[in-house]
Structure formats: C-alpha cells, structure tokens
Nanobody, 123 residues
Framework: QVQLVESGGGLVQAGGSLRLSCAAS????????MGWFRQAPGKERDFVAA????????IYATSVKGRFTISRDNAKNTVYLRMNSLKPEDTAVYYC????????????????WGQGTQVTVSS
C-alpha cells in the first residue's frame, strides 16, 4: 500500500508557472513508476506525464510536451510536475498515481492515486 498526497495547485494567470508535488508514503517509493493525470469538469481523467522508477525515462502527453516537466526525488519520496507557459485549457484537478509497470500511460495500469490538487489558469 502507498499513500499519495498532492500539493502546489492554485490560481495562476495564463503564461505563468506552477510546480506540483506529490509526496508518497508506505512501500518503497522507488519501486513505482509515477504519473500525473488531470481531469477537467465534465471530462475524463487524462494522462499528462509519467516517469520511470529511476527517473531517467519520461513520457508526456502531446498537449504538454515542451511546457511541463516531470521529475522525481527518490530520497524525498516525491514526484514533481513543473508546469510552464500555462494555458486556460490546463485548468483541471491534477492527480498523481503510482504503477508497478513501465512504460505506463493508461490510467488502468496505475495502482494507487492521490486525492488531487486544483489548478486554475485564468485568461
């Protein structure tokens, strides 16, 4: 079992930046690939980015590639999502998730989920 807690969300103007954090507790953090997903009102939860167990491999959704950066610090049991050049369409609740698999994109492949953090981008 692993518990995930996201933080760092908030309100930001278009073009601004935010860094989300996801702190993990429980089983060995480095055993999991980690991902970020987002869900806008009335829409499905979509994949944003994922990072491998060691942090040396990443995957991004096309919509965020070049603007968002996922990283992890296994010593701190934390995964990050740096979001630059934010757009109103990035507004959503952002969730982190943990998976035993790699590479991993489908949300069905993730075993544990956090409660989410709201990101709102104003135009």
């Amino acid at each position: 079992q692993v518990q995930l807690v996201e933080s760092g969300g908030g309100l930001v103007q278009a073009g601004g930046s935010l860094r989300l954090s996801c702190a993990a507790s429980g089983r060995t953090f480095s055993s999991y690939a980690m991902g970020w997903f987002r869900q806008a009102p009335g829409k499905e939860r979509d994949f944003v980015a994922a990072v491998s167990w060691s942090g040396d491999s990443t995957i991004y959704a096309t919509s965020v590639k070049g603007r968002f950066t996922i990283s992890r610090d296994n010593a701190k049991n934390t995964v990050y999502l740096r979001m630059n050049s934010l757009k109103p369409e990035d507004t959503a609740v952002y969730y982190c998730a943990a998976s035993f698999e790699w590479p991993v994109v489908p949300k069905s492949a993730y075993d544990y989920w956090g409660q989410g953090t709201q990101v709102t981008v104003s135009s």
